[in-house]
């Protein structure tokens, strides 16, 4: 194990130490708790004095032969993080090779007269194995695999709870629990945390017990290829009741460090063949001795060197536990209930994990299953246990019509390419045999190709869809269970509809989207043609102190890659509050905002947009009128079918050389300006007309105009429109 040479601080007023650094963050979250509420450091101390002493029922021996069923939750964004199988089970081995000092480097133990360790290292007849059947009785893997980008990074106790959209921890009296993350916080450390763990002090009173991983240290292979495996052995052994060796303990008359003469039962690390250290001590020098006292009950009964290979350690040598480490760590199996639950002969059974590795399961995975038409998709098999042969199909649609294998795979590669072509959603099945078992998953809608608008202006009002799950023109997104964008009655600017995000009294950290679906803009010039894309969005905090915010997206793939282009937040969003929940009551309380800056890296076929709201527990928001044209900022909508006033519009000969005509159709009569704009926006002519119901045609002269692309705008008052066309 490689670990930098890093500054220490102290953590709080009773002493416990982290590390600035690449290393195991248990300390920082015990220091939470213990700020959180005092009395939890009283809890600890109990507990540990406890799992050790003779007259509390602690026994002095570790037991035998101990099965351990384990759950390992990967946390992903859509496939980063997402280790293999291979690399889980390189940890595993590791963590049962390390536990019963199986271990190569066993020789590497001292056995000198200052460092007389070789003789108190020990194992503990454990064996940790993945769950076969699951707390639902269904067959498993033993390994959960979630796609939760927002909880995958700074990572903490959140991507534990499937509410929020983590990974919630199986029944803590019948698995023990792993969560694997992109990275996870560090909080006041300022540094990598590779992983952290609990104590099982209080199992039932805390629903994240187990152990949380950063996936460049779990295993030795794959995203963790240049690691040993064994920060999953040392956070294990905080999970199983083992403090660090520097640890100065929770009693109350502890000091700031591990170096102490008392009863080495009662503080320390709470374990009397471990020898007292007073600090971390990142080298593995072989006559390091930062404690020269002996504690009252020391194991070796005089001064010895720092135990630097002991797993507790921040050393990089380490190779063993002591004796009374195991002993201790055997003692929660029999005195935490849930431990104890969780190695008897009923739960093993209940686990499956003694059952016969055979296929019981179809399961596959893909990342990008929201795209545009000929997008090539990648799917994963992840079927348990060990397929041999897979077959995979899309429907609706005809194989090398609508979708096609691509990349040199085909219908029977364990990890096929796809190409979809056709706008359509598609469901995904595979069946995956071994010879003798025949297992099948299907995943309805799984991929969604989105539609193609090849021509602007756009103007979406939200008028006619009776919910936002029965178009294809938006995608919705919510990174928790609860509300997300849907469709408002009886709310909006200029209808009768919007679309709403109830966000009133939502907890805060919501992070809400709606995205378009794909618009052509690779036929404009960049050179001449100005996009504008408005929208209108009414809001209100519920509180002053609300910061919340609205961000607007751009994309040119399609949705691979995301270009933040505009934010409101706090104030500039609103100053306004409510302190109930909030509906616009007139067009007053709507904001338009104009974005000119869709500039022309976006002009491509795969263009994309998309809202983002990021709550802190305030009020309402509404969206309506989203308006997509060539030309510079309009405060009146830039739409063509959109409109119920001017309709049947048409605009020839385009390119037109002396006359244009413009002729249109109207429900009622009225007043209408038809201006002509240049490619900037500035009206070079215009003419008013008392338009009449019905038809109409206006004939417009061109011939002082010199050549290039113009605009055509046609204006009621209240509403306007906008066609393209070419003086030659």
């Not at 033993?142 to 939760?148: H, L, T």
């Not at 194989?399 to 085909?410: I, K, L, R, S």
């Not at 102190?545 to 409101?568: H, P």
Request: aromatic share 10%; hydrophobic share 35%; glycine share 8%.
């Amino acid at each position: 194990m490689r670990i930098p040479t890093i500054i220490f601080f102290q953590l709080l007023t009773f002493g416990l130490v982290a590390q600035n650094g690449n290393w195991c963050g248990t300390n920082n979250v015990i220091n939470q708790r213990i700020a959180e509420d005092p009395g939890y450091q009283d809890q600890l101390h109990d507990y540990f004095t406890r799992m050790g002493s003779k007259e509390q029922g602690a026994s002095q021996e570790k037991m035998a032969a101990i099965t351990v069923p384990i759950v390992v939750h990967i946390i992903h964004d859509n496939g980063i993080g997402n280790i293999s199988d291979a690399q889980i089970y390189s940890a595993i081995d590791v963590l049962n090779i390390d536990y019963n000092r199986q271990n190569a480097d066993t020789v590497d133990t001292r056995n000198t007269p200052n460092a007389p360790f070789r003789d108190v290292a020990d194992g503990m007849d454990i064996e940790f194995k993945f769950a076969k059947i699951d707390p639902w009785g269904n067959c498993t893997n033993g390994i959960v695999r979630v796609n939760a980008p927002h909880l995958t990074y700074d990572a903490g106790e959140d991507c534990k709870n499937g509410a929020l959209g983590g990974s919630s921890a199986w029944p803590s009296d019948k698995y023990f629990n792993i969560w694997v993350v992109n990275n996870i916080e560090s909080g006041s450390a300022n540094g990598i945390i590779a992983g952290y763990a609990y104590y099982p002090n209080n199992i039932s009173g805390n629903p994240g017990y187990g152990i949380l991983m950063d996936d460049n240290y779990m295993g030795t292979i794959g995203t963790a290829a240049s690691e040993d495996g064994r920060v999953l052995t040392h956070e294990m052994g905080h999970a199983l009741g083992l403090p660090h060796i520097f640890d100065p303990g929770f009693g109350p008359s502890t000091g700031n460090d591990g170096c102490h003469p008392e009863d080495c039962n009662m503080m320390g690390d709470y374990v009397c063949d471990t020898p007292p250290q007073t600090e971390p001590n990142w080298s593995c020098g072989p006559t390091w001795n930062s404690c020269d006292t002996i504690p009252i009950n020391d194991a070796f009964g005089y001064d010895t060197y720092d135990q630097i290979e002991n797993y507790m350690s921040y050393n990089n040598c380490q190779n063993m536990f002591s004796a009374g480490q195991c002993t201790r760590m055997s003692n929660n199996f029999i005195n935490v209930p849930e431990l104890a639950n969780m190695i008897t002969a009923a739960n093993i059974a209940a686990t499956g994990v003694n059952d016969p590795d055979q296929l019981c399961a179809a399961r596959f995975e893909a990342y990008d299953t929201i795209i545009c038409p000929g997008t090539n998709v990648a799917f994963y098999d992840y079927s348990f246990m060990n397929p041999t042969s897979w077959t995979w199909s899309a429907s609706p649609g005809l194989e090398g019509t609508d979708w096609v294998f691509a990349g040199g795979t085909n219908a029977n590669s364990q990890n096929p390419v796809m190409a979809f072509l056709t706008p359509g959603d598609y469901d995904i099945t595979l069946l995956a045999s071994d010879g003798a078992t025949n297992v099948s998953e299907t995943k309805t809608g799984f991929i969604k190709v989105l539609p193609i608008t090849d021509s602007l202006p756009i103007l979406e009002r939200f008028e006619s869809y009776p919910t936002l799950d029965d178009t294809d023109n938006w995608v919705v997104y919510s990174n928790q269970n609860n509300n997300k964008f849907e469709i408002v009655s009886g709310v909006g600017h200029t209808g009768n509809q919007s679309a709403g995000l109830m966000n009133f009294m939502q907890p805060g950290g919501n992070v809400d989207e709606l995205a378009s679906s794909t618009i052509d803009l690779s036929g404009f010039d960049p050179q001449t043609e100005l996009v504008t894309l408005s929208f209108r969005y009414a809001y209100r905090k519920r509180t002053s102190g609300n910061d919340e915010w609205l961000k607007v997206f751009l994309t040119t793939n399609c949705g691979f890659d995301w270009v933040q282009r505009k934010t409101l937040h706090g104030n500039a969003l609103s100053s306004l509050s409510s302190p109930s929940a909030w509906v616009p009551a007139g067009q007053n309380d709507w904001t338009t905002v104009h974005m000119t800056n869709v500039t022309s890296q976006f002009y491509t076929e795969s263009f994309r947009y998309k809202f983002r709201f990021e709550s802190d527990g305030g009020n309402n928001f509404y969206l309506d009128n989203i308006n997509i044209y060539l030309g510079s900022p309009s405060d009146t909508l830039v739409a063509l079918d959109e409109l119920t006033e001017i309709t049947g519009i048409n605009v020839y000969p385009n390119p037109s050389v002396n006359e244009l005509n413009v002729s249109f159709d109207l429900a009622t009569g009225t007043d209408v300006q038809l201006s002509i704009l240049d490619m900037m926006g500035k009206q070079v002519d215009a003419k008013r007309i008392k338009a009449a119901a019905g038809s109409n045609l206006v004939v417009m002269a061109v011939d002082d105009l010199s050549s290039g692309v113009y605009f055509i705008k046609l204006s009621d008052g209240s509403q306007s429109t906008i066609r393209k066309f070419i003086r030659e």
